[in-house]
């Protein structure tokens, strides 16, 4: 390969370009078959283009527009316009409008109320919806959301908790349902949400930070689970972790700054999940967000526990509570 | 998108496939849309069923077609239809659900769409879906959607059947795992979760348990042999060792009259997650005042350097009033409060198991040499501002529950034996990275579990040599051995400090009075002199 097939910096122009592209692309049956995908492409694409410091790329009116559009009688939102409420769509939805400061152009009441109505009051743990499909994401979507709302108080948080720890094994890490195996994304989600419910201390930090620092491999990507391939968007879920737990220097930086740079398409812009592959949107936030957090320059600050940027949590007044 | 090459095809090649989608996308767009029309009509008919066949076929992630295809079920095909149709219909729906995740074995929507479809058919036949998901572990070994399945037919065939011997069947599902290829992570997770559960179901004596501790170890010990760079046998191995559970105490807890400052001593390092709280009374009132102020801890940061900040684990944690809080300095008794959900240890086998609570009173003092006061345990007073979730500390030891019943004893014998196998291994494989972390880590744990009045040196000397290996070979991950490698002499000689000195208060005393020097240089005299090996 030449070294103009592996970029060795930071193309933003063309990632502005390749966000801005993405609904441009209606003759490609790919666009259809990944419809249930908007809302969340939006929020992939916002918080990335709030990092590269091109936040008004797209047009905030037509954002909050789709964005409420997508909500339901219940309170939930869904992945787009039509489509059935979804708790991990309710979570791009309150972050989308924590970015564009738009909070009051939809019912957080009802947002809070369908939240709660996802709680198995039993055993703490969240549903995606009504279907009841069980997994730790929700309870991350669950608590992020409500935080992000400011209205933790609405669920049986010591429940939540519970829950999320009968998730724990023996490698410090974290499964989708209790007895399933440690997964970086499943990681990230219960870090995250024990960090804004302030239980880090429950947290095995020494052990499952290096479980998770074993996740680099010699070309200096991660991977999400042992003897798997690496994948930018597990940069994220791992680095992130790390990053709560105070011990991102535990990776080689600079090598994996050279393995997300290398996944970027030097033509069209946008991050694919490994040196090679076809972008998407999904790992395009999740390179940029990788280099923020690994202190590219150029690029605004990444919050670890909400993927969202800093000085947007910042301004809803939200404590950097963990770090420990 | 996971794992497509990138292509950028010719510009006519582009045009082609564009034409070739075009029809695709209307014929597509037609079914959602008249899917979408049934679905907001309330439309549950076979005309409606046959759409979501289609659109899912095509694209088995569309979740609300999914929803919509549960819905006409339930509300148009099984009314009015006896248990044979309904168990004919979720058969063949089955079947369907088979041929689509031969072409998306990865979906989350297939798997929930199986599920349901069980849960609502008359008659269940788990076996067939036990026999299906041991076809999708032979094609892929490794897939997390194939192990939860696997874990979720076995819940419920276990609601219906023998359970002990499901355990048994699942334990030696995963030894024929791992004997097919040692490096199956999930397969030792797996196994992780039965073992404990095997031993309670079996209701063995110590000598069975002993033994059917031993053949793990045994069968650990072939696959490092196999492979010392495979992780997988290894963090397995750590998980069977186990750690013994520490309780943090209080050594210590002094009022610094001339500072100003409280100064607690643990006998471990902590982080701290939220502020300990420290409260007084004065002379003119009764009641109970918040003290504000900053902690601050002495410990090793990254890099290794010993600092003093609010981040960082440490054995001393100081506190000093924000300066309006002191002005009015009439204050008669002093109290802090430490609960277990505030701080944190760096592993869950070291933990505060109760909430402590000390306090002392200050009499205008006549003696200024009495800088020091001790802070007694005496005082209990009431919590002022409940502002963090109070968790039972059992929570942290869930775990324990998955543990396997080794007593301190034994845990000792294991430690040393597993010392000297490993030692017999690293001869063979010198440089190898989990051969040498792994003896760094039954070193510190044997250090840890004897917590000897004595420190032995050459032990520490040990350690420290081979996390200086460890920074070399490992690059990639050489500041954690660094983290490591500090730590270790850090916390041998605080240990040393707090062990040898008969009264610690005296110590402090001692310290503190020599008020030219400021905190952290003093420390640093102490315990952060250059670290040599043993003369
Ligand atoms: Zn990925």
Known sequence: ?324 | MHGVKRVKPSAEVEKLRKEREAIKIKEYNNLVASCFAKKTNFEYDEGAFDITTKILSQNPDFYTVWNFRRLILLNGTFKDCSLEEKQDRLGSELLFLQEIFKLNPKSYWIFNHRRWCLETIPDPDWHNELALVDKMLDMDSRNFHGWDYRRYVISKLTMHGDLKSLIQNEFDFTTTKINQNFSNYSAWHQRSKLLPKLIKEKNLNDQEIKEIINREFELVKSAFYTDPDDQSSWLYHRWLIGREIRHISILGAYFNRKRCQIILVFDDEIGMLSPFQVFCKSEKSSTINNINGDWQSLGVVEGGSVNIGDKIHGFFWIFTPSSQDIENEDFTELFFTVKPEWIVSSNSETILDKIIQRGCTIKKSENEKDILISMTSKTVIEDVSEQTINISSDLIHHESQETLPIDKSERIALLQREISTIRELLELEPDSKWCLQTLANLLREFKRINNSKEVKNFEVDEIVTIYDKLIVIDKMRAKRFEDLRSKIIFENSIRRFIQSADDLTSEMQQILSESSDNFLNIFKKLFCKPYHLAE
């Open chain 1, 1 to 324: 390969m030449t070294s103009i097939e592996k970029p060795n910096n930071l193309l933003v122009d063309l990632h502005v370009k390749y966000i801005q592209s993405l609904d441009t692309k209606k003759d490609d049956l790919e666009y259809w078959f990944t419809e249930h995908l908007r809302l969340s492409g939006v929020y992939w694409g916002l918080t990335a283009l709030d990092l590269l410091k091109n936040v008004n790329t797209l047009n905030r009116e037509d954002v909050v527009k789709y964005v409420v559009s997508c909500q339901h009688d219940n309170g939930g939102f869904s992945g787009h316009i039509g489509h059935d409420p979804h708790l991990t769509h309710t979570l791009y939805a309150v972050q989308i409008l924590v970015i564009e400061d738009a909070l009051d152009s939809v019912n957080t009441e009802k947002i809070v109320e369908y939240v709660k109505s996802r709680q198995d009051p039993q055993t703490g743990a969240f549903t995606g919806d009504e279907w009841e499909e069980i997994d730790t994401r929700f309870s991350y979507c669950a608590i992020s959301c409500l935080s992000l709302l400011k209205r933790l108080d609405a669920i049986d948080v010591k429940k939540a908790i519970e829950f999320i720890m009968l998730c724990k094994n023996f490698d410090g890490g974290f499964g989708n349902t209790p007895g399933a195996e440690s997964h970086a994304g499943q990681i990230f989600c219960c870090v995250g949400a024990l960090a804004i419910v302030n239980s880090l201390h429950l947290i095995d930090a020494d052990l499952l930070s290096w479980w998770l620092c074993e996740r680099q491999l010699k070309n200096g990507g991660l991977n999400g689970r042992p003897e798997k391939l690496e994948d930018i968007c597990y940069s994220w879920w791992v680095l992130s972790a790390l990053s709560i737990l105070g011990r991102l220097h535990w990776i080689n930086k600079e090598k994996l700054i050279e393995f997300i740079l290398a996944a970027q398409d030097p033509e069209s812009g946008g991050f694919a999940d490994r040196p090679g592959d076809m972008v998407d949107i999904f790992h395009t936030l999740f390179g940029i967000a990788g280099l923020s957090l690994l202190g590219y320059p150029d690029l605004k600050s990444v919050d670890p526990v909400y993927c969202l940027p800093k000085y947007v949590v910042q301004r809803i007044g939200l404590a950097e509570k963990y770090h420990i």
